[in-house]
């Protein structure tokens, strides 16, 4: 079993609509919770950035990390065609420290 | 946000060759820079955690002999992949700790092609 699960897609959303996006883990020991997006063939971009259970709003992005269920969320909301790209999930046990990444989701927005 | 860069962009060698890829933080200083390989449709691997001043700490299973890593300043990192073959063809990139926000950011990557 993977420390972080995160289903690959593709997740294809209409233009608008909202992005819902999730990574389970399995060790307690990270507490500090990131999602990147990554265009291909680029470096990944970081969007969110959290280390407690609860919401954090950022523009069209909100990430929820639920720490109990080792469960942690992106939401996209007005999604546009430039948000199409692959989005990763990314996790540690201390601040600054080696990141352990999800599979990622590739997402498709379509016009 | 902070910003990273990676030199080259894309590399072509021949079999045997050894190729250097450098990585350096723009506007902050860096103690810890962190080396991931991605092949195609597969997520961010890390492959060793470059600390400046002192040796880097390899992940298990990545040949330190192979892949030479020097973090000799604050804002440089350089990993060099030795003797390359084929199946060492990837997407390398690396990351840097901004030690401000304890937040790490992604160089654009350096896309490696040996034949």
């Known amino acids: 079993q993977k420390e972080v699960e995160q289903d690959p897609g593709p997740l294809s959303v209409p233009e608008g609509a909202i992005v819902s996006l999730n990574c389970t883990y399995s060790n307690s020991a990270f507490q500090y919770f990131m999602w990147y997006r990554q265009y291909s063939r680029k470096g990944p971009e970081l969007l969110m950035y959290t280390y407690s259970s609860g919401n954090k709003e950022d523009g069209r992005f909100t990430a929820q990390v639920d720490k109990s269920s080792k469960y942690i969320s992106l939401f996209i909301r007005d999604s546009q065609p430039s948000d199409s790209a692959t989005y990763l999930c990314a996790l540690s046990a201390a601040a600054g420290n080696k990141l352990t990444f999800g599979g990622g989701t590739r997402v498709l927005v379509k016009p | 946000g902070a910003v990273v860069s990676q030199h080259p962009s894309r590399v072509i060698c021949k079999s045997g060759t050894s190729v250097k890829i450098e990585c350096r933080s723009l506007?902050?200083?860096?103690?810890?820079m962190f080396w991931y390989r991605q092949f195609p449709k597969q997520s961010l691997m890390l492959m060793a955690t470059?600390?400046?001043?002192?040796?880097?700490?390899?992940e298990q299973g990545v040949e330190k002999d192979k892949f030479l890593i020097n973090h000799a300043s604050l804002t440089l990192s350089t990993l060099t992949v030795t003797s390359a073959h084929p199946e060492d063809s990837s997407f390398y990139i690396c990351?840097?700790?901004?030690?401000?926000?304890?937040?790490?950011?992604f160089g654009p990557g350096t896309r490696l092609l040996v034949l």
């Open positions: 990351s840097a700790t901004d030690p401000g926000t304890e937040t790490q950011y």
């Open positions: 506007d902050f200083q860096a103690t810890t």
């Open positions: 470059s600390n400046e001043g002192s040796k880097a700490t390899y």
